[in-house]
T-cell receptor, first 115, second 113 residues
Framework: AQTVTQSQPEMSVQEAETVTLSCTYD???????LFWYKQPPSRQMILVIR??????QNATENRFSVNFQKAAKSFSLKISDSQLGDAAMYFC????????????FGKGTTLSVSS | EADIYQTPRYLVIGTGKKITLECSQT?????MYWYQQDPGMELHLIHY???????EKGDLSSESTVSRIRTEHFPLTLESARPSHTSQYLC????????????FGPGTRLTVL
């Protein structure tokens, strides 16, 4: 069975600084998708960034980028130039590419941003 | 934000009541999902549907039931609510093609007294 582990329950960063959230996963599949979702307090969960395992190039979305290390089964999220609005719970998630149904989530990392 | 809606957003009820949590999406997505999320914890899949008249149970055992009579609508029902059902329930949908990114609704926070 696939599992997703986020080893940092809480992280903090100052505005304009950079922070990296860690995620590791375990799977015997070779083809899959990885996602980072953001869940602000009492607000809707939204997709931050996604990565296709068969692509070696790391995904980037504006201030958000990932470091995808397939051999190490690691998928960290880097947030550059942190803003107050980045404060949220961040979930790493995995899905098989073929025959996958729903997402498998990690336990989440709560990110606080201070001014 | 995606066009997926959940009502009610908050619900406090007594033990033994029957409740239905509504979920609807206007994107024409074939696949829909229900997740359960305890405070500060990860999401666990409890039900999913690949289309009309198709429903399956997820990885986490749940006493709830679902139906999919229309593409856009995926309600979840608890016949007799108990305090152990207190949680947040998130609905999601995907187009069923390609990378199949899931779009989430705002969630229903249920408290059973």
């Amino acid at each position: 069975a696939q599992t997703v582990t986020q080893s940092q329950p809480e992280m903090s960063v100052q505005e304009a600084e950079t922070v990296t959230l860690s995620c590791t996963y375990d799977t015997s599949e070779s083809d899959y998708y990885l996602f980072w979702y953001k869940q602000p307090p009492s607000r809707q969960m939204i997709l931050v960034i996604r990565q296709e395992a068969y692509k070696q190039q790391n995904a980037t979305e504006n201030r958000f980028s990932v470091n995808f290390q397939k051999a190490a089964k690691s998928f960290s999220l880097k947030i550059s130039d942190s803003q107050l609005g980045d404060a949220a719970m961040y979930f790493c998630a995995y899905r098989r590419r073929w025959g996958g149904t729903a997402l498998i989530f990690g336990k989440g990392t709560t990110l606080s941003v201070s001014s | 934000e995606a066009d997926i809606y959940q009502t009610p957003r908050y619900l406090v009820i007594g033990t033994g009541k029957k409740i239905t949590l509504e979920c609807s999406q206007t994107m024409g997505h074939d696949k829909m999902y229900w997740y359960q999320q305890d405070p500060g914890m990860e999401l666990h899949l409890i039900h999913y549907s690949y289309g009309v008249n198709s429903t399956e149970k997820g990885d986490l055992s749940s006493e709830s039931t679902v139906s999919r009579i229309r593409t856009e609508h995926f309600p979840l029902t608890l016949e007799s609510a108990r305090p152990s059902h207190t949680s947040q329930y998130l609905c999601a949908s995907t187009p069923g093609q390609g990378i199949d990114t899931q779009y989430f609704g705002p969630g229903t926070r249920l408290t059973v007294l």
